[in-house]
């Protein structure tokens, strides 16, 4: 029988609404009649039995923090009544979940391809583009003219767009700042999504061009141009130069059959609400899982928003190092909270909580589930590029811009980004914006991608994780195009720690 409410685990103590209920309305839950005691939003939490002050809320099975006074059954569970169990660092055990990981046996029947472009040095890209990547925040609007000259002439020639991606860094930065500047530029040079790379610099910039080549390391020749602006009579023209070999090399390349196992995918949520652990994110964690067992690559970051829920990554550990790895991971994240005096659970964000979301261990346990169940192979550090194909952790803070571009530098080749509020944001890579709620999809025709709100309309988990595995094929493939790239929403964002000279 179809209800106006969802229970997520069996085990649980409160139902998520699937409309908007009015103070005195009845729902009926196991036979018997609950009475809402006020007026409670979609996407929120009723209490479907009495629970005392002090005990615990229970959500996904999983206890999302506790009771600050008695709630009757048919009250609103949220920030008024409820307070978080987190508090601060954790020591951890590794305790190896048995059985778990359903790639593990899985036996791929069919081999699946992607119409990819196949690249020199053996990567693979799914874009044909030309990227102008700047040293140095000065030269931004350098960067910009240039790209917009050569797009202007040469988008549609064989060639996806030429783009540019501005940042406030690579001057007046010292240590850890610079070198996480240096990572990611460097790691977006390598970017096989560019089948080209013009790097401009200033020359007198801490990163300048001679630095940031030893941070590049081995390179082609033919594929990467350096230009110093300060060098150069007229950087424009000189430009537009390099611009057009790059461009004749790019020219070259055509796509051709790829299998999927060399697809790259980072996962993200973003602006999330009540329904992000029931419907987008575990819709992805189901892709990811089907990815995996054809040998792809999918990228979990948001390190503060595992915070409650690490053990669930910790147990799919793929060893003791691993595991390790992890738990510096998520300590690390929590040493740089409290460095800085703030709290470590200081989340969810305003627009979470007005979506529905009340606890850090509620947003968690929503988040982590878009890694499915498959074992965390390798753990990376902020700038790090993936190595090993199956289910990989990176270093990031929940900020969507920064941990997008941190998927993207990474080597993902897309970003699937899960959200019920909704983003314009687009990083470097194709990103997939997925609604966890159908009126969102409806509503933001220009920002949202895929529905996943499908899911509480009646449609099977498996059948729209086909839906969706298609969709990514055809993306990757060049047959359609999400809509940051329509729109030309493609930015970046870089982290930042410590002192501005």
């Known amino acids: 029988m179809k209800t106006d409410y969802l229970l997520v685990n069996k085990a649980d103590n409160v139902v998520v609404t699937l409309k908007h209920y009015h103070k005195d309305e009845r729902l009926l839950f196991e036979g018997k009649e609950i009475v809402v ?7 929120h939490k009723i209490a479907i039995r009495q629970i005392n002050q002090g005990q615990n809320l229970i959500k996904y099975g ?26 601060g660092e954790l020591d951890y055990t590794f305790y190896p979940k048995e059985g778990e990981d359903p790639t593990s046996t899985a036996t791929v029947v069919e081999e699946r391809t992607f119409k990819g472009y196949q690249r020199a040095n053996g990567d693979v890209g799914i874009r044909n583009e030309i990227w102008v990547i700047n040293t140095v925040g000065c030269i931004n609007k350098t960067s910009e003219l240039v790209a917009k000259t050569a797009d202007d002439q040469y988008r549609g020639k064989g060639i996806d767009g030429v ?19 240096q990572k990611i530029l460097s790691n977006l040079v390598h970017h096989p999504n560019a089948a080209a790379v013009l790097v401009l610099g200033l020359g007198c910039e801490n990163n300048y061009i001679e630095e940031f080549k030893k941070v590049i390391g081995d390179h082609d020749n033919k594929r990467v141009k350096f230009l110093s602006v300060q060098e150069a009579d007229d950087e424009l023209e000189e430009a537009m130069e390099l611009m057009e070999e790059l461009i004749d090399y790019a020219q070259k390349f055509t796509r051709e059959d790829i299998p999927v196992s060399k697809l790259k995918v980072g996962l993200k949520c973003g ?19 089907k990815l995996i067992s054809y040998g792809g690559t999918t990228v979990l970051t948001e390190v503060p928003e595992m915070f409650g829920a690490e053990t669930i990554l910790m147990e799919r550990a793929k060893n003791e190092r691993v595991f390790e790895m992890i738990v510096d991971l998520v300590n690390d994240f929590k040493a740089y909270f409290i460095k800085h005096n703030q709290v470590v659970y200081e989340n969810p964000s305003p627009g979470n909580k007005k979506g529905g979301i009340t606890t850090l261990e509620e947003k968690s346990l929503g988040c982590v589930q878009k890694g499915g169940f498959s074992t965390v192979n390798d753990v990376l550090p902020y700038g790090g590029r993936v190595t090993s194909p199956g289910l990989n952790l990176v270093q990031g803070p929940g900020n969507d ?22 983003t314009p944001f687009g990083g470097p890579v194709p990103t997939v914006k997925m609604s966890t709620n159908t009126a969102l999809f409806q509503k933001k025709k220009n920002w949202i991608d895929f529905d996943a709100g499908q899911l509480v309309n009646g449609k099977e988990l498996a059948q729209l994780t086909d839906e969706l595995f298609d969709y990514i094929i055809q993306l990757a493939s ?24």
């Open 163 to 181: 783009y540019h991606y501005p940042h406030l860094f690579g001057c007046s930065q010292l240590g850890d700042d610079l070198h996480h500047t």
């Open 401 to 422: 811009l920064v941990s997008v571009t941190a998927l993207a530098a990474s080597g993902a080749h897309i970003v699937i980004f899960t959200t019920g509020r909704g």
């Open 271 to 289: 602006g999330s609400d009540g329904f992000s652990g029931i419907t987008a994110n575990p819709l992805v964690g189901s892709f990811s899982d």
């Open 62 to 87: 999983f206890p999302i923090g506790h009771a600050t006074e008695d709630i009757k059954a048919g009250c609103w569970v949220h920030t008024h009544n409820t307070k978080t169990n987190l508090s």
């Open 37 to 43: 005691k006020e007026d409670i939003d979609v996407g």
């Open 478 to 501: 060049g047959e359609v195009r999400t809509n940051n790239e329509k729109n030309g929403f493609k930015e970046i964002s870089i982290f930042k720690d410590g002192v501005i000279l």
